[in-house]
């Protein structure tokens, strides 16, 4: 017999558990007064994890919290003591006891109902349910084991039809839905039934990150019905998963494909065959891979328990038995648990029961949906409707070969993008098309805009009266002009790129608007005969949409072109090119070519020597790629001699001194080096016209400057406020959550060009530049261009604090955030300061549960935004920060309803009672 002493227990070293266990205990009793009477369990509120124990119906089932595993835990080891010490089958009607199981490892608390001879009806107060058993199988229990409170807690469905009487189904059902996961429990109400307090709850679970509902499992399987029969009141489970749907590159004049679908010519759909077949290739892999794991023995964890529109997984194909992967598109009212799911690589639709239907992993959604949906564009049906046999033939001529397809017009929403190509063969692309072909064969109607095309096969050249084209005229450039200007690229002495500083915002502003014309104006590009001299648009893959000049036409259907703006030369396709809009003709070329004058390379070598070449790169990254010229004679349309200068800072100079500037010739640095030698007579000038007073002693010679007004933030300068968003409904790109709540938000309509040009502009600004003494002194308030430290790049900001160890806390005001940057990776001259900030704050229609936002959901919601494209629609219009938005995932997911949902925000009261 074990002590009844609960001291002489504890010097008997009872475990930490079990001393944690008895003043648990201990002061429920204290609170029972003596009662042997199990105590009211806490009520279940809320939302909770739990775990099933028992079910008899949807309308009747019993649940354990998660947070109670513990407390259980450590009562069985109680209990398994106390039925030790023995007293088996010494109990009565109401007692409470404990109860061994056969198998000798569970032990369970009891109620005695009934006691027939040697048997007795109990009442699993911890489980909910009741059972005979032995009556040698109970021992009574201890007064503190007993009043402590049920774990078990007594739950109906909400929205479940109720049943006079339900069959086992059901039952089964709930446990096949529950197995031994952990659920979730959220309490919508409470009811009566018969002197006892059941939870009205709804009940789900997690799989694939998506929360599945009990109710929705049971009506899709015929085992429960929805109250008041409203078969449409489910909603969709919020999916953290799905495909990501690419549509065309329409910046791209033509692209090879392959046709694996044919519903109609207005329905097809097309895979991108990538460079050297690298997209079909993946595909292929992938697909090899799939059938590798799915075709292996099924495992209970690959099947879908419940197949909610938007599920995402894996089907077989009606067709060739094979697994592709797909998405689920409707669930069949009218047959009981079949579905409707989309062959997302092929396009394909198909009607499968959902016991087929496997989960898939996360490694096979990495690859975009490869389907794309195409039309024929300028075409149209005989009749009503395409025929058969239209059908028929256009599938024999395209399915499973490669086309290449001219990107027409393209139409994009929400849901769909519809895409209007002209489709030829592969081999073919200067013979008919799909289009054509098919109305010549009496197939289809063909609409205005269809090109025509001659009957040799050939199409008809869209040629401007004697191909004439706009052309750029180079603004005119007198000998002895000076400027300050930025080096582009420098290839050697004989060959520097510029563009005057001056014409840099310009430049960014025209290559903007350019790139918005090109990727807005989607009209297919027409076969055009080309000529040296001709101006023209194409696409780089360094510098995109670019104006550029045809200046040698090359065997092979291939042109060498002159970058007009970029001063480097550039070979791509003669189909590639497009004809220059009016409007971008009337700017000059940006950049032009300028070579060193009297110079030649040393050693009388008569071209320059990589050393020099290199050297001369040196001298220029070390002045910022920043450079003074006067011109000289010119030698080209395209280029002239030119003096080019250097700035350094004189370090003879004192510090409360102004700022003194020395300029070197970079043609005297060459001589100086030994790189280069003067050929001919060196004019020596006398620069008396310069405010700065330089003086110019010839080639080799230094000059001093000595400026006032060096290029510092302007004092009390801010930023241009942010611009409201031009559209109530727009896609949003959120940078930064602040501790309020608030979003930081940029459009992807109004903004992102603007950040694109303020981050190409202070990269070649300031990309490898040191920091002036004036550099290191701030103050808070001061606008300022300062690099972040994750990327290295520049970005505008503002000075929030000043702190110790030469560290400033700024804030990008084009994003956002705040970070601390040492002051050395700042600078005080400021760029592009009339473009205002390019972001703005907005807010969901939600408040925290407590008084200030809670971390842990901030970090939630920081997770689910940051870096990712929503839709945005604007609910509440006003005139200042923060805008009130509602947020949705490309998804469809409402980011304000998720966090109300499951309890981490409440929803405000209505806007039209706020401003009440």
């Not at 191909?467 to 005119?476: D, F, K």
């Not at 920060?881 to 949902?901: C, H, N, Q, S, W």
């Amino acid at each position: 017999q074990a002590s009844a002493d609960p001291v002489q227990d504890k010097t008997q070293g009872q475990s930490v558990l079990e001393q944690a266990l008895q003043e648990v205990i201990g002061r429920l009793c204290d609170k029972g007064e003596g009662s042997k009477q199990v105590t009211a369990r806490e009520v279940l509120a809320g939302v909770e994890d739990v775990v099933l124990l028992h079910v008899e119906s949807p309308e009747s089932f019993f649940v354990m919290r998660t947070r109670d595993w513990k407390m259980a835990d450590m009562m069985r080891m109680q209990m398994k003591r106390k039925w030790m010490e023995g007293g088996w089958g010494k109990v009565k009607v109401d007692d409470i006891a404990v109860l061994k199981d056969d198998d000798a490892t569970e032990y369970h608390r009891v109620k005695v109902i009934t006691i027939e001879s040697d048997l007795a009806w109990v009442t699993y107060i911890d489980q909910g349910n009741n059972s005979q058993v032995p009556l040698t199988s109970l021992v009574c229990m201890s007064e503190n084991l007993s009043t402590l409170p049920p774990m078990a807690h007594h739950c109906t469905l909400a929205g479940v039809s109720s049943e006079h009487e339900w069959n086992e189904e059901a039952a089964r059902g709930v446990r096949l839905f529950s197995g031994k996961d952990v659920c979730k429990a959220t309490v919508v109400g409470s009811r009566d039934c018969m002197g006892k307090n059941i939870m009205i709850v709804m009940f789900s679970k997690e799989e694939d990150q998506t929360d599945i509902s009990l109710l929705d499992f049971l009506v899709f399987r015929a085992l429960a019905s929805r109250e008041g029969q409203d078969l449409e009141g489910s909603s969709l489970p919020i999916s953290f998963r799905s495909f990501l749907y690419l549509p065309l590159d329409r910046t791209v004049q033509e692209h090879l494909v392959k046709v694996v679908h044919v519903d109609t010519p207005d329905q097809m759909y097309i895979n991108l065959v990538g460079e050297n077949h690298s997209y079909i290739k993946y595909m292929e892999n992938m697909m090899e891979e799939m059938q590798e794991e799915y075709s292996r023995h099924e495992a209970d964890d690959q099947k879908v328990i419940y197949p909610y529109v938007g599920l995402v997984c894996a089907a077989q194909h009606a067709e060739d038995g094979k697994y592709h992967r797909a998405q689920v598109t409707e669930l069949l009212q009218e047959e009981i648990m079949m579905v409707r799911v989309m062959l997302v690589d092929i396009g394909y639709c198909q009607v499968v029961h959902y016991n087929s239907l496997r989960r898939i992993s996360d490694k096979f959604l990495v690859l975009p949906a490869m389907a794309i949906r195409v039309s024929l564009s300028g075409v149209r049906p005989v009749g009503e409707g395409w025929s058969d046999e239209a059908i028929k033939y256009v599938k024999e001529i395209v399915r499973t070969k490669m086309m290449r397809i001219k990107l027409e017009d393209m139409k994009t929403g929400m849901d769909e993008c519809e895409c209007k190509v002209v489709m030829y063969e592969d081999n073919c692309i200067q013979g008919v098309s799909i289009n054509t072909m098919i109305v010549e064969k009496g197939y289809a109607t063909a609409l205005p805009e269809l090109e025509t095309e001659k009957s040799d096969g050939h199409p008809i050249l869209d040629i401007d009266e004697e191909n004439n084209l706009p052309q750029l005229q180079r603004p005119v450039m007198e000998a002895g002009s000076r400027f300050t200007c930025r080096v582009v690229s420098s290839s050697s002495p004989g060959n520097i790129c510029l563009r005057r500083l001056v014409e840099e915002e310009s430049f960014y502003q025209m290559s903007k608007e350019l790139t918005r014309y090109h990727e807005t104006h989607c009209s297919p590009a027409l076969l055009r005969h080309w000529k040296e001299g001709d101006s023209c648009v194409v696409k780089t893959p360094g510098e995109g949409w670019v104006r550029a000049r045809v200046d040698r036409m090359m065997e092979g259907g291939m042109v060498e072109l002159l970058l007009h703006d970029h001063g480097s030369r550039f070979v791509g396709a003669v189909e590639s090119l497009k004809p220059l809009p009016g409007e971008f003709c009337q700017v000059g070329p940006f950049c032009w070519t300028v070579e060193l004058p009297n110079l030649v390379p040393a050693g009388g070598a008569k071209t320059w020597t990589g050393v020099a070449c290199e050297k001369l790169q040196e001298i220029l990254l070390e002045a910022g790629m920043e450079v003074d010229i006067e011109l000289g004679r010119k030698l080209t349309d395209d280029s002239w001699e030119a003096v080019m200068f250097v700035k350094e800072k004189e370090e003879d100079s004192g510090p409360l001194d102004p700022e003194e500037f020395k300029y070197k010739s970079v043609g005297g640095m060459m001589i100086d080096l030994g790189l280069a030698i003067p050929s001919g007579k060196v004019e020596v000038k006398d620069d008396d016209d310069a405010k700065t007073n330089v003086k110019l002693e010839g080639m080799n010679n230094n000059i001093v400057l000595k400026e006032a007004d060096t290029n510092e933030g302007k004092i009390g300068f801010n930023w241009l406020t942010a611009e409201m968003p031009s559209s109530m409904d727009f896609a949003g790109f959120v940078s930064h959550v602040d501790w309020d709540c608030n979003m930081y938000m940029s459009s992807i309509q109004d903004n992102q060009d603007n950040l694109r040009i303020i981050g190409s502009v202070l990269e070649s600004k300031y990309s490898g530049s040191s920091p002036s003494p004036l550099d290191l002194l701030w103050c808070k308030g001061e606008a300022c261009i300062a690099q972040f430290c994750l990327d290295n790049k520049w970005y505008r900001g503002e000075v929030l604090e000043v702190r110790d160890m030469g560290e400033c806390l700024v804030k990008f005001v084009d994003y956002g955030s705040e970070e601390l940057c040492k002051a050395e990776n700042m600078r005080k001259g400021l760029f592009l300061t009339d473009i205002p900030v390019q972001c703005f704050t907005v807010q969901m229609d939600i408040d925290p549960i407590t008084m200030k936002w809670e971390e842990g959901v901030l970090n939630f919601i920081h997770k689910t935004v940051v870096e990712q494209v929503l839709q945005v629609t604007i609910i509440q219009k006003k005139d200042v920060f923060p805008l009130v938005v509602r947020l949705v995932t490309k998804a469809g997911l409402d980011i304000g309803e998720l966090l109300v949902k499951n309890g981490y925000a409440r929803g405000r009261a209505s806007v039209a009672t706020q401003e009440s």
